[in-house]
């Protein structure tokens, strides 16, 4: 059998030589070229085909190919019939991508020098990586998107375009952009003067039977396109098809705009998640470190997609070494949160001041430990703010109920401190914090019972809150069937199913307060 290096491609070759002649002849004669008949066209005498725009923040690659490549086939079969084909191409420049990108560039020429000089190691990969953390920490309801059945990919776009690049220079760099050249591209519209033209070139050698007098690219850059669409604009507004209103959506307080899903740099494919904030009113008289914040109500404020089990409260869970704060949602009103959620918030106009969090008083979750707070359903008065290792600052608020019936975190994280002193001594939790308060049956879930918690994590022997994986298959079970199957045994909604009672409960919460 002959080697690879001995292996002839004389009919490769061949084809690619007569692929070559016929394309300059095909822009010689124009062939792609489309102008209307003298007269009507008859039905299968006419053509048209069209292709979303693709985004110009890079070469294009075998993605756009493979999905063109059906677009040109169809196209081409009909100009063999004879039929008036009209192929007509355009580029997207317009949205957040291409700014981001320059604006990153912009920002480490800043910090690195022009050329940069990076560092070596790199501590944070936030800006271009999905990190996948601990997906089974307590406090974070995942599974019950894939209750309602949503599922989201991580691989976004822009980390294909990447290459697995962590700094813009080096992506641009990777791509053959010289040195000397890749500090314009700080300026957007150098992208957009940039890649078109090298797509248009690529598509020619595609082969792709396109009548380029009707190519175009997006933005106010193209005065056409930019009146077309405020025509658009001002025809739906005078109609009453588009309204200025208020909604939530991903928002960039950088650019002081909406961050739309194929305007981000990095997280395609992330939409808001709706939360129902659970206000825990702390109990006067404040300790001495809260006195700052007397004649103000202060809440300790959880988030949760599962208002429905807000009957089974034993307690708070926050992170003993997180950085909390007590932030001004009004003139009466305090909410103890992490930093990050107060921001959030601010932008909700869930602050005194908007878009701006002011924080009254630092806190780390240390300073939280014992405070007894009253929260709204629980059939315990009053419950208790305990230690969870496991809680991420980054999502929610840092603060988080328990509702050991129905959580197989938070079951396990309460047997943990019950059972073992040494781990209370360590974060000075006193036993009359803990110890009297037993799980509450709220949810009749079959086949688990009214302590689903209790009983699966039983039956999976799991002896610890450090058993992530099978606490991981544990709250799945737990929170399918209980969504799904489970009937409120307590409370207003008695007898209803779950998926009934949710949404009530959740408005009931919403409507005291």
Same mark, same amino acid.
């Given at each position: ?62 993605g ?25 191409f ?29 560092? $070596? ?16 920490a ?25 290459g ?6 080096e ?40 009548d ?13 396109f ?10 739906l ?47 006067s008289?404040?300790p ?13 404020? /959880? /988030?949760t997609l ?34 990050r ?52 600052m ?5 603060v ?19 059972s ?13 914090w ?9 949810? $009749? ?7 689903c ?61």
């Open positions: 059998m002959a080697s690879e290096t001995s292996r002839s491609f004389v009919r490769r070759d061949r084809l690619r030589e007569i692929e070559s002649k016929v394309q300059k002849w095909w822009e010689e004669k124009q062939v792609f070229k489309s102008e209307p008949g003298n007269k009507p066209p008859q039905e299968g005498e006419k053509f048209f085909g069209n292709f979303p725009f693709p985004y110009m923040n890079g070469y294009l690659h075998l756009h190919a493979f999905s063109l490549s059906k677009l040109e086939f169809a196209a081409a079969f009909h100009r063999l019939r004879g039929a008036n084909v009209l192929l007509p355009a580029f997207h420049c317009t949205g957040m991508p291409i700014k981001a990108s320059a604006d990153k560039l912009a920002r480490e020429i800043q910090q690195f020098g022009n050329p940069p000089v990076f560092p $070596e190691e790199i501590d944070e990969l936030e800006n271009l990586t999905v990190v996948d953390k601990d997906k089974n307590g406090g974070n309801d995942e599974n019950e998107n894939a209750v309602a059945g949503k599922f989201k990919g991580k691989k976004s776009k822009v980390a294909a375009k990447s697995g690049q962590v700094y813009q220079w992506i641009m760099r990777s791509v053959g952009i010289s040195d000397a050249e890749i500090s314009e591209f700080q300026d957007p519209y150098k992208w957009l003067s940039y890649f078109p033209p090298l797509a248009v070139d690529d598509l020619k050698a595609f082969g792709f039977g396109c380029w007098r009707r190519s175009f690219i997006t933005t106010d850059m193209n005065p056409y930019d009146a077309f669409v405020r025509w658009h604009m001002r025809k507004k005078a109609s009453g098809k588009v309204v200025k209103d208020v909604r939530y959506t991903v928002f960039s307080p950088l650019d002081g705009q909406p961050c739309a899903d194929h305007d981000r740099a990095s997280g395609e494919g992330v939409q808001p998640q709706e939360y129902t904030i659970i206000k825990m009113e702390v109990v008289p404040f001495e470190k809260f006195k700052v914040l007397e004649g103000k109500k202060v809440f300790l404020a /959880a /988030a599962r208002p429905e089990t807000m009957y089974g409260q034993t307690n708070a869970w926050v992170l003993p070494d997180g950085k909390y704060g007590a932030f001004e949602i009004n003139e009466t009103e305090v909410f103890v949160v992490a930093h959620a107060a921001l959030n918030l601010a932008y909700q106009n869930h602050s005194r001041v908007p878009q701006k969090p002011t924080c009254l008083l630092e806190l780390t979750g240390q300073d939280l430990i014992g405070l007894p707070v009253k929260s709204p359903l629980s059939l315990n008065e009053i419950i208790y703010v305990l230690p969870m290792l496991s809680i991420l980054d999502k929610g608020t840092g988080v109920t328990s509702v050991p019936s129905d959580s197989p975190d938070d079951y396990m994280a309460l047997q943990d401190l019950k073992k002193a040494a781990f209370r001594a360590k974060f000075g939790v006193k036993d009359e803990v110890l009297p308060f037993e799980v509450l049956p709220i949810i $009749e879930v079959p086949p688990f019972g009214n302590k918690a209790e009983t699966v994590c039983l039956q999976m022997k799991i002896k610890s809150q450090n058993e992530k994986d099978k606490l991981a298959e544990a709250k799945k079970q737990t929170y399918l069937k209980g969504f799904t199957d489970g009937t409120m045994i307590v409370g207003e909604f008695k007898d209803k199913k779950v998926q009934e009672a949710k949404p009530l409960i959740r408005s009931k919460l919403l409507e005291t307060g």
